[in-house]
């Protein structure tokens, strides 16, 4: 090998270390932000005593629970929480996917962003 070629797959593996640990930071931050979000919502319910909805209701559409959010209800700030705790391993899909666009790894490309638009839809189309 000579040194160009050295120096390049050292500047390659730096920059997919780098990624990596983004990756992995991300994923800390979302857990971490979304198990604080649950922790809120938690705490409002045992200061409260109730979900801040009538009986045995929660939101269960997306623009009910922001806006139940917003208003502090605790069922609300605890299912934003499980929101975020969900997309946090969406985001890991959707940079993958971006990292092998980037790598021009084609068939990578297609299993990740296949993977992410099962995701998606998931979430869109679920009940």
């Given at each position: 090998?000579?040194?160009?070629?050295?120096?390049?797959?050292?500047?390659?593996?730096?920059?997919?270390?780098?990624?990596?640990?983004?990756?992995?930071?991300?994923?800390?931050?979302?857990?971490?932000?979304?198990?604080g979000v649950i922790l809120i919502g938690l705490l409002l319910f045992l200061g409260t005593g109730e979900?801040?909805?009538?009986?045995?209701?929660?939101?269960?559409?997306?623009?009910e629970m922001v806006n139940g959010a917003l208003q502090l209800k605790p069922f609300a700030v605890i299912?934003?929480?499980?929101?975020?705790?969900?997309?946090?391993?969406?985001?890991?899909?959707?940079?993958?996917?971006?990292?092998?666009?980037?790598?021009?790894?084609?068939?990578?490309?297609?299993?990740?962003?296949?993977?992410?638009?099962?995701?998606?839809?998931?979430?869109?189309?679920?009940?």
């Amino acid at each position: 090998m000579s040194k160009e070629q050295e120096q390049a797959h050292y500047d390659r593996d730096a920059e997919m270390r780098e990624v990596e640990l983004f990756v992995s930071r991300s994923l800390r931050f979302g857990v971490i932000l979304s198990a604080g979000v649950i922790l809120i919502g938690l705490l409002l319910f045992l200061g409260t005593g109730e979900g801040g909805y009538p009986g045995q209701s929660y939101p269960t559409r997306f623009t009910e629970m922001v806006n139940g959010a917003l208003q502090l209800k605790p069922f609300a700030v605890i299912l934003t929480g499980l929101l975020l705790l969900i997309l946090t391993p969406v985001l890991r899909v959707a940079v993958s996917t971006l990292i092998f666009i980037k790598e021009k790894d084609w068939l990578y490309v297609g299993i990740s962003a296949a993977v992410f638009l099962i995701l998606l839809f998931s979430l869109v189309l679920g009940k």
